[in-house]
């Protein structure tokens, strides 16, 4: 009796293996954007920008992210006679928490604060060529995740933005801005 249970012991000892754990994690990325604008001028069907990433999961659920976008806005042509563009370079910080699924898909939301400077070309405002720096910004966020592998996610994101005057498209408006 005692050697069936050393038997058992020993293979009760090498046959289990430890609980998965999370461990903390960064991650720097990539990306291109199309942004959209709404605002006294209407964008184009296709601008462009693109971003760069330095991530920081806390856990498994909650994760801080400093992000650098370059964004471009371009007016409609025949919407106004300036067709106004703007050039911005935003830096913020974003607060984003997961849902946990048992699946490679993580969706997840957030939201975050950004400085951002800008250039209006073209501005129906007297603001033509004039770049505005410190402007403030809040965002909200709303994406899924999916793990590819261990090493590497591709990401799908979509982000409200809300800048703090009425100044951006180049063309003052009655709403004013987040402020």
């Not at 999370?22 to 964008?43: Q, T």
């Not at 410190?134 to 994406?143: L, M, N, P, Q, W």
């Amino acid at each position: 009796m005692k050697a069936l249970l050393l038997l058992f012991a020993i293979i009760l000892l090498f046959s289990v293996s430890p609980a998965q754990t999370y461990k903390d994690g960064w991650a720097i990325g990539a990306s291109l954007s199309s942004p959209r604008m709404f605002g006294d001028v209407y964008s184009e069907a296709l601008d462009f920008g693109g971003n760069t990433v330095l991530q920081m999961d806390i856990d498994e659920v909650n994760t801080l992210r400093l992000r650098v976008d370059y964004l471009l806005f371009t007016s409609k042509k025949g919407m106004d006679a300036k067709n106004p563009s703007t050039d911005a370079i935003t830096v913020g910080i974003d607060y984003l928490i997961g849902l946990r699924i048992c699946s490679p898909v993580q969706i997840y939301g957030g939201f975050g604060g950004k400085l951002v400077s800008y250039t209006v070309k073209k501005a129906i405002a007297p603001l033509t060529n004039k770049t505005i720096t410190g402007e403030i910004a809040v965002s909200f966020y709303a994406g899924a995740k999916y793990a590819v592998s261990s090493e590497f996610d591709i990401n799908t994101e979509v982000s409200f933005n809300q800048l703090s005057t009425d100044r951006f498209d180049g063309k003052y408006g009655q709403s004013g801005g987040l402020f």
